[in-house]
Nanobody, 124 residues
């Protein structure tokens, strides 16, 4: 069992930056692929990006490419989402998720554990 706790959300002006953190419990964190998803008001939850178990491979969605980066520190059981050049349309609740399987996936159903989410609000 893995428990995930996100933090770092808040209110920021357009063009600003935030770094989200997701701390995982459990000794097997380093074996999990990790993903970030977001859900804006009235919209479906969508994929933002993912990182493999070692941190050597990352992938982000086109709509955040060049602005968001994902990293992880397995010694701290933590995965990060660095968000730069934020836009009002980035406003959402951001979730981290853990995936037992090593297979690369952007599908929510492939993720086994989820955090409670952290709110990011970008004002114009």
């Amino acid at each position: 069992q893995v428990q995930l706790v996100e933090s770092g959300g808040g209110l920021v002006q357009a063009g600003g930056s935030l770094r989200l953190s997701c701390v995982a419990s459990g000794r097997t964190f380093s074996s999990y692929a990790m993903g970030w998803f977001r859900q804006a008001p009235g919209k479906e939850r969508e994929f933002v990006g993912m990182i493999n178990w070692s941190g050597g491979m990352t992938y982000v969605a086109d709509y955040v490419k060049g602005r968001f980066t994902i990293s992880r520190d397995n010694a701290k059981n933590t995965v990060y989402l660095q968000m730069n050049s934020l836009k009002p349309e980035d406003t959402a609740v951001y979730y981290c998720a853990a995936k037992r399987s090593a297979a690369w996936s952007i599908a929510q159903n492939d993720y086994d554990y989820w955090g409670q989410g952290t709110q990011v609000t970008v004002s114009s």
